[in-house]
């Protein structure tokens, strides 16, 4: 449309964290453990920390003294010691409407129950694209794009793993800042001398106990290698006997800490504070929403581009109350509507110059990307009839105007005559098209004698519907952007092509070309596309009608704060295609780069694209809302 534009590695370290702190070989007192004697000078210590249920053994006659401490097992350690609900602190919200929680994690997995915008779930783990969750209607999988976490979220730290809640606790109650940055935690790394320190005070200071001071205060020999962040804590460690140096009267503080000296600086912790008990520490309630409340920053678009990479933060404030009367949402209807094709025929771009409809060349060789080989044949409508094949992974044809020939890669030649050539991977696998920019495509390619160009031929994609909107969304929409935002622009860009079947191009054997001319069609998404077709396959079937006919959803970058009418735009007047103000968008338009430049490009009528990502992603609205909005009377059905 023209205007518009635009956790976790599972190695031996990891498998050795959790059996140190989750094996179910807890013991009462250090005796238990073969490696543990009387005489050894942390005897006690383990002893102490076993009796509290601090630490556990690595099985059931050994504790393993001498095996290094990691950062997950040391804040399990502490969480244990606050008496810390860490599930609590796993806690997320449902961010779409009508979400499946399903028994497995995959999509062709049973559907337990459907839950709605905003439902608490307890993350329990995660299996690919997919969080293992708990909610109030049982237990069950959740495709990911679909969770928000209530609370921080390490990059590294998988909700799969005993010390998760823990390092999430730890992190928002600022005992920990991560490890080297606020996204990593590195559970797994060994945790240092300095470390164990510096999270031991914070944890006083969080708890609220106060540390006897009853060891002279000394400088180690080795004080310039004491980081910065890590001296105050060091020292107030030292001072409260919690830490010593060692002989030399150094402190080593960037050395690993065993399991037996983390037990005796636990032990010496819990005396200098006198020993403490506590409640159960949960994590406060959360908001229903789980959006996102401030503008987000959009400086990375440009142009007249409506696409983003991504959502990068938020510039702040608070968006303005809007009145709940214009969120009337379109209604699902039970009934179905007719729809022309299920196949769409698409001239590809860099194949097809828009007037001519012909290739760029008057060759085009395709390569098989699942190494099958290729069938050739015809078009019976638009469904492919098969008249031969090759074992070769490539083929290019070519034309005199009156018969196609097409040589494989070891050189067999295929003619036929007539105006059309059909090519595709044997079974139907995808296709790659170096004339195209090296693009991908799904089902099979046509090639046309271009129409009063003889030699020259007109390349067309016959895909699904569905493998279409696929092929849209993440050029035309930002790949990352609000899930319900995608499934607005998944249903209105399926409206949309479906209402220009057997229309204007149909002459040429095409229903569109991939190009601002219909929509920004490229194929398969090899990379970021994962939002995009999550959104496409949670509204498949799924079309934007009025009286029962397809709408026309028409889109648009941006429309400067009021939608324009179908009628100002010289398409005649629809009734759901009206003039009205967009206070969605007039909310993130100081955040939009080159706003000016990209309302002037666009036709402003129907949906702004930028003003459905302010929607779903400042104010919480669903994807219904969202087109119920622009397209105000209409209703949701499926087609068939």
Request: hydrophobic share 35%.
């Amino acid at each position: 449309m023209a205007g518009r534009k635009r956790m976790l590695r599972a190695g031996a370290a990891l498998l050795l964290a959790a059996v140190m702190v989750l094996t179910p070989f807890t013991t009462a007192a250090a005796a238990s453990f073969g490696d543990v004697s009387a005489s050894d000078w942390y005897h006690d210590a383990v002893d102490y920390v076993v009796g509290k249920g601090l630490f556990q053994g690595t099985s059931n006659t050994a504790f393993s003294p001498g095996s290094p401490m990691t950062r997950g097992m040391f804040i399990t350690v502490l969480g244990r010691y606050a008496n810390v609900d860490a599930g609590s602190w796993l806690a997320g919200k449902v961010t779409g409407s009508g979400v499946n929680l399903r028994s497995g994690a995959g999509m062709n997995a049973g559907v337990i129950t459907v839950l709605n915008q905003g439902a608490a779930v307890t993350i329990k783990g995660r299996t690919g694209d997919w969080y293992q969750v708990s909610t109030g209607s049982g237990d069950g999988y959740i495709n990911a794009s679909y969770v928000s976490p209530s609370f921080h979220s390490f990059s590294d730290v998988s909700y799969g793993q005993y010390y998760a809640g823990y390092a999430v606790w730890a992190f928002e109650k600022s005992i920990v800042s991560g490890d080297g940055s606020a996204s990593s935690f590195n559970p797994n790394g060994n945790i240092t001398r300095q470390e164990v320190c510096t999270m031991l005070n914070r944890f006083a200071s969080v708890m609220g106990v106060s540390l006897s001071q009853s060891v002279g205060a000394t400088t180690f020999t080795d004080d310039g290698s004491i980081s910065s962040w890590a001296k105050d804590s060091v020292y107030a460690m030292q001072h409260s006997g919690v830490v010593k140096g060692t002989e030399t009267g150094a402190f080593n503080p960037k050395n690993a800490v065993t399991r037996a000296e983390t037990a005796a600086m636990i032990q010496r912790f819990d005396t200098a504070c006198g020993g403490f008990s506590c409640g159960v520490q949960r994590a406060p309630e959360q908001g229903s929403s789980g959006q996102t409340t401030t503008p987000p920053s959009t400086g990375g678009s440009s142009g007249g581009s409506g696409s983003s990479s991504g959502d990068s933060g938020s510039s702040g404030g608070t968006p303005p109350a809007l009145d709940p009367g214009v969120d009337t949402p379109a209604t699902q209807l039970g009934s179905a509507v007719s729809i022309p094709a299920s196949v769409i025929r698409v001239g590809l771009p860099g194949l097809v110059t828009t007037g001519s409809y012909r290739s760029s060349a008057t060759s085009v060789t395709l390569y098989d990307a699942g190494g099958s080989g290729f069938e050739y044949g015809s078009m019976s409508g638009r469904t492919f009839v098969a008249g031969g094949s090759t074992a070769s992974g490539s083929v290019t044809i070519t034309t005199d105007g009156y018969t196609f020939t097409a040589v494989d890669g070891a050189g067999a030649s295929y003619t036929v005559s007539g105006d059309a050539f059909a090519v595709r991977p044997y079974g139907g696998a995808t296709t790659l098209n170096t004339s195209a920019g090296s693009r991908t495509y799904r089902g099979c390619i046509e090639l046309r004698q271009a129409s009063g160009m003889p030699g020259y031929i007109s390349v067309i994609n016959f895909v699904g519907i569905e493998d279409f909107v696929k092929g849209v969304l993440p050029n035309e929409f930002g790949t990352y952007w609000p899930m319900e935002t995608l499934k607005a622009a998944a249903v209105t860009a399926r409206t949309h092509i479906m209402s220009m079947v057997n229309g204007a191009y149909n002459a040429y054997g095409m229903d569109v070309v991939a190009n601002d001319g219909s929509q920004t069609y490229r194929g398969v998404t090899t990379s970021g596309g994962e939002n995009s077709d999550l959104a496409a396959d949670a509204t498949a079937g799924l079309y934007l009608t009025y009286g029962g006919q397809l709408c026309v959803t028409a889109y648009s970058a941006c429309n400067g704060g009021t939608i324009a009418s179908s009628a100002e735009a010289g398409w005649g007047a629809k009734p759901y295609l009206v003039s009205k103000a967009d206070p969605y968008e007039a909310a993130v338009a100081g955040e939009i780069s080159n706003y000016a430049g990209m309302v002037s490009a666009s036709h402003r009528v129907g949906m702004s694209q930028w003003g459905a990502y302010s929607m779903a992603k400042v104010y919480g609205k669903t994807y219904d809302v969202i087109l119920g909005f622009y397209f105000p009377g209409t209703n949701l059905q499926y087609g068939a």
